[in-house]
């Protein structure tokens, strides 16, 4: 049985490969032949990629999404499914099967059953499967996690989930803050990064909130979050501080600020995305104010080229 595109097949196998495979997902929600399309349009902005499969027209096996990032030499495995019991005969008869789909990849990334891959067409940070998770290998994927390292995939960095319960809200002084929500959000809040909230966040979140300090007209520090599909959680997706103003509290109080905020709004608890060799000031912030670690994921990278 070799691999073939997904035009061959009907939507509704993949539909249920998908939910068999992923219903052990964290905050998992059974997907649909509508949300199925959506995800693959997510896959690139101007072109689906490939979607390629394995099995007949009763019961797909596996299946793989493959595409290029924006400069086209990138190449991206959104996720690698195969039916419980059959990786040892989907998985390679898969990969063979991607590579050939990405003849100019200098090295290609791979995603997992639990988070598929699209933060590299998408941008950072998207609420894909309603979790902020939005990169590559979960720690309890072992099975995938062997199979990739004898074929040539390494770990190059790694991420953690971190969550904390709110606290009851303490009011704290010393700094202005301003919240903004949903359509309101859209304003030059990310001024320093030269681009629009837009562009920053991939696509508009009408349930965005934005806690924003500033001085006159310019923004000094802010963060953003948003609700997840898990009851009473949010997901802190941004908190920034202008250079100028960074080791002087100011971190700190935006975040003490937005969990007050948060629990005033109703959530229970707060969970954020992160790498501690990216970001080791952030994580050393969000450590020392209780927030621990939920999940670990991977990011591996199979270089085509040394």
């Given at each position: 049985m070799e691999p073939r595109l997904y035009e061959e097949y009907d939507a509704q196998n993949l539909?249920?490969?998908?939910?068999?495979?992923?219903?052990?997902?964290?905050?998992?929600?059974?997907?649909?032949?509508?949300?199925?399309?959506?995800?693959?349009?997510?896959?690139?902005?101007?072109?689906?990629?490939?979607?390629?499969?394995?099995?007949?027209?009763?019961?797909?096996?596996?299946?793989?999404?493959?595409?290029?990032?924006?400069?086209?030499?990138?190449?991206?495995?959104?996720?690698?499914?195969?039916?419980?019991?059959?990786?040892?005969?989907?998985?390679?008869?898969?990969?063979?099967?991607?590579?050939?789909h990405l003849p100019r990849a200098i090295k290609i990334s791979i995603g997992s059953p639990y988070t598929p891959l699209y933060h590299a067409v998408e941008g950072r940070i998207q609420p894909l499967w309603g979790s902020t998770e939005n990169l590559e290998v979960y720690s309890e994927d072992t099975l995938l996690i062997k199979f990739l390292a004898e074929n040539g995939f390494a770990p190059q960095e790694h991420y953690f989930t971190m969550s904390k319960a709110l606290p009851a809200p303490v009011c704290a002084i010393g700094y202005p803050f301003e919240i903004l929500r949903g359509a309101e959000c859209w304003y030059n809040a990310y001024s320093w990064y030269g681009r629009s909230s837009a562009e920053e966040f991939g696509l508009r979140n009408a349930a965005l909130s934005v806690l924003v300090q500033k001085i006159g007209h310019v923004v000094e520090g802010h963060t953003a979050w948003y609700p997840l599909r898990a009851r009473a959680r949010a997901a802190l997706c941004d908190l920034e501080v202008a250079a100028t103003r960074q080791g002087q509290g100011l971190g700190r109080a935006l975040l003490t600020h937005t969990l007050e905020q948060m629990e005033l709004d109703g959530y229970t608890s707060c969970e954020l995305f992160i790498s501690p060799t990216q970001s080791p000031h952030a994580y050393a912030l969000y450590h020392s104010s209780g927030f621990t670690i939920e999940a670990t994921w991977y990011e591996m990278v199979y270089q085509i080229n040394f």
């Open positions: 539909v249920t490969l998908m939910n068999v495979v992923c219903q052990h997902k964290r905050y998992f929600v059974p997907v649909n032949i509508e949300t199925i399309n959506q995800t693959l349009r997510r896959g690139t902005r101007k072109r689906f990629g490939s979607l390629i499969v394995l099995g007949d027209e009763r019961l797909l096996k596996g299946a793989c999404h493959v595409f290029y990032d924006a400069s086209g030499q990138v190449g991206h495995m959104a996720y690698l499914l195969s039916l419980p019991g059959e990786e040892g005969t989907t998985w390679p008869l898969l990969l063979k099967a991607a590579l050939k």
